[in-house]
């Protein structure tokens, strides 16, 4: 019964497991604590560690011995009797997996002394109601609430836990009692949904969900007819459920895969399901044959009833009250009305999520072997492990490591065939799957891999659409447990799932693109940098001539990420492959192809970039000053052509200094007033007028005032540049001052935080004047930082929180259609979201993200202008995918496949700004609309239009 691989919590979490003495509970001292107290904290740590051993006999003596101080002091201690049901209420609701080992526990109990397991029911049955209650009182407090981030799964998806709680101590429960309330929320979940029309009831679909899902638990402990019969009652039941399809309308903004127009329909990597449309199909096939569900009877739960019934029987006997198993009342619950569960708004993560939108089932792993090393999830078993993991990743948030843990040894609250061996390889599993379909294993061994359904449920969580529950970070730091856990075996795990991204990357959805890069940053850069680079140089020489194609992109950004946590001679080092040389000897062998990444510049040319920049600065018409400004900037490059660890000051290009040219003086003035400690507002002007001057007397032909606001601004970024901080900090005490030359409004306050009465006379600037100063400081700190994208962007975001600078001059520079940065660039990619996320908290968001979508539509334009398509308006847009190496070199093909991508890029970010930013409201709305009817090409209009009115669900 016991497998001898199987591994208990204590093999990984002692002092010497992988764990590294890691405790769930604080190992406080005791030597002071008061015995009730001590009794109290070992019966509660006990209740939550219940379960976390593979032998079964063990497992059972230990719930008998922790019955034992329970069943003597539960009735005669107040504080043990609260702490124990409390304990065993959250134990349901964070780690689900663990009840029906706790039923185990309550049967014990209850034969010792029933009225343990009354006031266990009660209580839970109390914590029911209470949830109903809180439903309305959130009704009530729906006008006055704040808006704030839910922390909790929500009031149906608790109850669905206790539900699955009350099911399994079904032998202990009187007159059909837990069938009757699962019966009543259906029958309420039916009323919801036949009240809604045609139309989807989220909450409804919540209700049914989790009734069904919670039904098998009526079977964990108890395989009477009687039971068998209550269990197809409920199905009989459910069949009444009407699942609203909506004329088969799909979701596909929440798709997270996409066929660009079917043109790689052939290439996804499969089609989402829908849960609610799994659930009923998955319970019905646990009932065949005949209705008996014998089939499932023993294949999911641990079987514990012979091991159990010694311990029972023997505690019956010596009960002086009674010989015989009592079973307890559970009355029905007071559920709200229908009017009051259709105008409640859930708060909970999981509630939401059903509220919102259908909910698509995320896969990873049996899409790429030839056998299942996961449930599937048109079986109830795939549904029960995501809908386990789901909760205990939600509910445990606050203990990533403990939550990582429970994920890592869920199958040892299984039926112990139910997994095959932990650590078992892809390999080895292959091997099985082949034994099994040629009749060796009788009955056949299991393929399912505990790590792969882990893994794939944490995963399902991060790229969960139309956001994760959680922010990121979370999951990727439980995924960076679980590996530390078990190395050996989780690393394969997740170079599969990395391989899987990687692998469908051209369909995977844009915003899932950025996720998956964000994981795989992390996840490397917690591992020494090491990845099999080698695996992509084909790709890598295959699009060189591209800049827009997923695989080039996510390579390059990838980089450009490890570089940002890290420096570029660690990133080098990694570029290694083991590799034999003649005398089969192995050794390293370096990956030259990367190198030309290590350069993280925001454009391709990055000195001629500079070069042009200072040179059209100076007026465009000096071609002494542009022979110093080359000159100067490649002898610097050559300096510093070897050197991997460059300062940020050794690789600004800070020219205004440079003593060659006409200007060094008045930049050297200029530096030196800002770097001292503080200077009045009235000095400041004073020093404007006279660098001003000074300007106009040493250069002719030039926009002075372009110049000032490059020498202001390029020199704060100089100043600043031994960290963002430092720039921050020296920004930050000049406020006034900056928002005088941006042109922007200086307040009140941010004369009174000058430290100065001195008011600055009004600019008077025109609209077009206050544009161009806007953008000057926008390409002024590009052009400072333009070696590290990274730190230019933080800096622009930071004027943009001081007032400095107005977002949309910064959105309009990023979508840009001469470089579109937002595409290529990881650090203006990121940036963009965190300016947007901002600015969504404020006033004049509407106009901010009207802009967006309005540049968006642009550029979709002029990539269709530039395709020059013989029907631009109705032709869907397909991409060459397949090239050779010959017409690599083609450039014209090549600049049309880029065209092709970049069309599709713009496509994906819409629909992704779509999705973090639907704002309801009619006006923003109508205005949308209006913008997206100017999307010359009409199957992508039409596609835009399709995505609104799935929002709007």
């Known amino acids: 019964m016991d497998n001898p691989n199987k591994r208990t919590r204590d093999d990984f979490e002692g002092p010497d497991g992988p764990a590294g003495g890691y405790e769930y509970d604080d190992p406080s001292k005791k030597q002071h604590v008061d015995p009730t107290v001590g009794l109290i904290l070992d019966i ?57 080992a706790l039923t185990v526990l309550i049967f014990v109990c209850n034969a010792k002394n029933f009225l343990v397991a009354k006031y266990v029911i009660e209580y839970f049955h109390a914590k029911a ?57 259906l029958n309420t979940a039916i009323e919801l949904q036949n009240a809604s029309g045609d139309k989807r009831n989220g909450l409804a679909e919540e209700i049914f969900y989790n009734v069904l899902i919670a039904t098998p638990y009526l079977l964990a402990n108890d395989f009477s007819e009687e039971t068998v019969a209550e269990a197809n009652e ?19 903004v929440l798709e997270p895969f996409d066929s660009k127009h079917k043109n790689f329909i052939e290439e996804l990597p499969y089609k989402p399901r829908k849960l609610i449309t799994l659930i009923l199909p998955a319970i019905t096939a646990l009932q065949k044959p005949e209705k008996n569900w014998d089939g499932f009877k023993g294949a999911l739960f641990l079987d514990y009833a012979d091991l159990m019934e010694p311990i029972i029987k023997e505690a019956l006997d010596s009960n002086e009250i ?17 009017d009051e569960i259709n105008a409640y708004k859930p708060d909970g993560l999981i509630d939401s999520l059903w509220f ?53 040894i869920l199958d040892l609250f299984c039926s112990r065939d139910l997994f095959s061996p932990p650590g078992s390889s892809v390999d080895q599993l292959s091997m099985i799957a082949k034994d099994n379909e040629a009749g060796e294993n009788v009955p ?157 510049s925001l454009f391709p040319n990055a000195l001629d970039f500079v070069i042009n920049y200072d040179y059209e600065l100076y007026g465009g018409n000096n071609e002494e000053l542009k022979k110093i400004v080359t000159e100067t900037i490649y ?40 770097i001292a400690n503080w200077r009045s507002n009235e000095q400041f002007f004073d020093m404007i007028k006279e660098t001003i001057e000074a300007i106009k007397s040493s250069v002719v032909h030039v926009d002075a005032e372009r110049i000032l606001v490059n020498l202001l601004f390029q020199t704060y970024a100089y100043i600043g540049s031994r960290s963002i901080y430092s720039v921050v900090s020296i920004i930050n005490r000049d406020i006034a001052k900056l928002k005088y030359i941006s042109g922007q409004k200086v307040t009140e306050d941010d004369y009174k935080a000058s ?127 397949d090239f050779d190496e010959e017409q690599k070199n083609d450039s014209a093909l090549m600049a049309k496949i880029d065209l092709q991508w970049l069309f599709y890029e713009y496509r994906g970010l819409l629909k992704t700004y779509l999705r973090k930013f639907n704002v309801e409201h009619a006006e923003f709305l109508e205005a949308a609309r209006d913008l997206f009817n100017g999307i010359k090409n009409e199957p992508t209009r039409n596609d835009v239009f399709k995505w609104l009115e799935e929002l709007q669900y």
């Open 444 to 600: 056949p061994l299991s393929t399912w891999k505990v790590e792969d359904v882990a893994v794939e449920s944490i995963l399902t969580m991060i790229f969960q659409l139309p956001k994760p529950l959680h922010y990121e970070i979370y999951y990727y730091t439980v995924l960076i447990s679980c590996c530390q856990e078990s190395p050996e075996s989780i690393a394969p795990v997740f170079g599969r799932a990395i391989r899987f991204f990687y692998k469908n990357l051209e369909t995977l959805d844009y915003e899932l693109k950025i996720r998956y890069m964000d994981w795989m940053t992390t996840q490397i850069s917690n591992f020494d940098f090491s990845w099999k680079w080698d695996e992509w140089v084909a790709d890598s020489q295959l699009y060189d001539n591209l800049q827009y194609h997923p695989k080039k992109t996510f390579i390059k950004n990838l980089i450009a990420k490890e570089i940002r946590l890290s420096n570029k001679a660690r990133i080098k080092d990694s570029f290694v492959t083991m590799q034999q040389d003649d005398n089969g000897d192995n050794k390293l062998l370096a990956l030259e192809e990367f190198y030309k990444y290590l350069d993280i």
């Open 234 to 252: 409920i199905v009989e039941l459910a069949a009444q459920f009407k699942i609203v399809e909506e004329n088969e309308r799909s979701v596909s």
């Open 755 to 881: 430290g100065t009465d001195f008011s600055f006379p009004e600019l008077e600037l025109t609209p077009e004047q206050f544009q161009e100063r806007q953008e000057w400081i926008v390409d002024s700190i590009l052009r400072i930082w333009v070696h590290q994208p990274q730190v230019a962007f933080l800096i622009l975001e930071y004027l943009i929180e001081f007032g400095i600078l107005n977002p949309s001059f910064l959105i309009k520079k990023a979508l840009d259609f001469e470089n579109n940065l937002i595409i290529s660039n990881v650090s203006c990619m990121e940036s963009i979201n965190r300016v947007l996320s901002t600015s969504a908290k404020g006033d004049g968001f509407k106009d901010v993200i009207l802009m967006l979508f309005g540049k968006i539509v642009e550029n979709l334009n002029s990539t269709v202008d530039k395709l020059e398509l013989a029907s631009p308006e109705t032709d869907e847009i397909e991409i060459t995918k």
């Open 322 to 338: 009674s010989h015989e198993l009592v079973k307890h009342a559970l009355p029905q619950l007071s559920i709200p009305s229908m």
């Open 635 to 674: 002898q610097r490059k050559d300096e510093t052509r070897d050197k991997l660890m460059l300062s940020p000051q050794e690789e600004l290009i800070y020219e205004f200094s440079n003593p060659q040219l006409p200007l060094h003086e008045v930049a050297n003035k200029l530096y030196d007033f800002i």
């Open 44 to 100: 509660c740590k006990d209740i939550r560690r219940i379960g976390e051993n593979s032998n079964l006999a063990t497992q059972v003596d230990d719930i008998s011995y922790i019955s034992n101080p329970i069943v003597a002091e539960f009735e005669k201690i107040d504080k043990l009797r609260e702490a124990i049901l409390a304990t065993l209420y959250a134990v349901v609701i964070e780690q689900p997996q663990k009840i029906t």
């Open 129 to 185: 109601q209470s949830l109903l209650d809180k439903l309305r009182e959130l009704l009530m407090e729906v006008e006055t609430r704040e808006e704030k981030q839910a922390e909790d799964a929500g009031v149906f998806n608790d109850l669905k836990s206790v539900f699955k709680f009350l099911g399994a101590l079904n032998p202990i429960i009187a007159d059909k009692a837990v069938l009757n309330l699962l019966k009543q929320l």
């Open 356 to 408: 919102q939108h259908p909910r698509l089932l995320f896969q990873v792993y049996n899409t790429t072997t030839d056998f299942e090393t996961v449930p599937s999830i048109e079986s109830y078993f795939g549904l029960f492990f995501k809908d386990i993991a789901f909760d205990i990743l939600t509910n445990m948030s606050f203990n990533q490591k403990e939550a990582s843990i429970q994920l890592s």
